[in-house]
């Protein structure tokens, strides 16, 4: 009997089963393959095995990244490839290359760099996900670390300004939709009737950008206008994750949205709280310092405090 597994990953909205597109490629590839996994979302990356997501975990064996997750799964006899030629899996390879290359950072960029999809979708979404107070930190952290990666790969000569990187990004960006577009055609997945690995991670990387609601959409209007990409997602969806095309679950249509809201509602409460009490701690009366007794030291020559005592 095959030892039981776990994908450990961040949670899902907008009729996905996760946002994040890791996370996704993983999931979809496991459904594709027949991989009983079980999935436990997160609130932190921090809390995963590694400070890693997604996460697999099976026995004592812990694995992060997806292509180290889908390895695994296939050295357990779950393949979703076994049927390609060798021509097609050099083909998938190459196109997993072109969707690191030129889409990724134009995903990065939409989630995390855009300042008013990031201040109105993203950090609302992930700072209610995330225990008090790691969510006045971790989405901040996120966001430049995505910044960082997109600077390292494309930050340099003949690049230099930020306005520079974005316009090149979402070029490469669209042509790569274009490509993958006219690579699909009219087949239902990428090598025919049968989902593969390069599936995917097609869907791991389109349906965030085709499903979350966000005010900047250019990447979004760009991939509308492709219906046969449009088509790939709401069939994976349909098929393989039980949704409708809507983006909702047959049993609980809306509950995501509804839950979304309600937290983002908490977490806007919470903000107007803490403004009001610096505000009320500003108007009231001053009063001067109070002499304060001065603290014996330990024999060790420093202060005992419990403060002392905290890691940095």
């Given at each position: 009997m095959a030892a039981p597994m776990e994908l450990s990953c961040w949670g899902g909205d907008w009729g996905l089963p996760s946002l994040h597109p890791e996370s996704l490629t993983v999931m979809a590839y496991a459904k594709f393959s027949g991989a009983p996994l079980t999935v436990n979302t997160i609130n932190s990356s921090w809390r995963a095995p590694k400070g890693d997501?997604?996460?697999?975990?099976?026995?004592?064996?812990?694995?992060?990244?997806?292509a180290r997750i889908l390895n695994f799964l296939r050295k357990q006899k779950y393949n979703a490839d076994y049927e390609l030629s060798a021509k097609q899996?050099?083909?998938?390879?190459?196109?997993?290359?072109?969707?690191?290359e030129k889409l990724l950072p134009a995903l990065l960029h939409t989630f995390w760099v855009e300042a008013e999809n990031y201040c109105s979708v993203t950090k609302p979404w992930f700072a209610s996900r995330i225990p008090f107070p790691l969510s006045l930190y971790?989405?901040?952290?996120?966001?430049?670390?995505?910044?960082?990666?997109?600077?390292?790969?494309?930050?340099?000569?003949?690049?230099?300004?930020?306005?520079?990187?974005?316009?090149?990004?979402?070029?490469?960006?669209?042509?790569?939709?274009?490509?993958?577009?006219?690579?699909?055609?009219?087949?239902?997945f990428f090598f025919g009737d049968t989902p593969t690995t390069l599936d995917a991670f097609v869907f791991g990387f389109l349906a965030p950008i085709y499903k979350v609601c966000f005010p900047r959409v250019q990447l979004q209007e760009h991939l509308k206008q492709l219906p046969n990409l449009c088509r790939f997602c709401d069939d994976v969806l349909t098929c393989y994750f039980r949704l409708t095309v809507s983006g909702h679950s047959p049993a609980g249509q809306d509950t995501a949205d509804a839950n979304l809201q309600k937290l983002?509602?908490?977490?806007?409460?919470?903000?107007?709280?803490?403004?009001?009490?610096?505000?009320?701690?500003?108007?009231?009366?001053?009063?001067?310092?109070?002499?304060?007794?001065?603290?014996?030291?330990?024999?060790?020559?420093?202060?005992s405090s419990p403060l002392n005592r905290l890691s940095p």
């Open positions: 997501v997604p996460v697999l975990i099976s026995k004592d064996v812990v694995i992060s990244q997806p899996g050099a083909d998938t390879l190459a196109y997993i290359a072109l969707l690191e971790l989405p901040g952290k996120m966001s430049r670390e995505a910044l960082n990666r997109i600077l390292l790969t494309r930050g340099g000569p003949p690049l230099y300004s930020l306005t520079e990187v974005e316009a090149q990004i979402y070029r490469d960006a669209k042509e790569c939709l274009n490509l993958l577009s006219k690579r699909l055609g009219t087949s239902q983002t509602q908490l977490v806007n409460k919470e903000s107007n709280l803490i403004e009001k009490m610096d505000d009320n701690l500003r108007k009231s009366p001053q009063h001067p310092p109070r002499k304060l007794t001065t603290l014996k030291l330990a024999a060790g020559g420093e202060e």
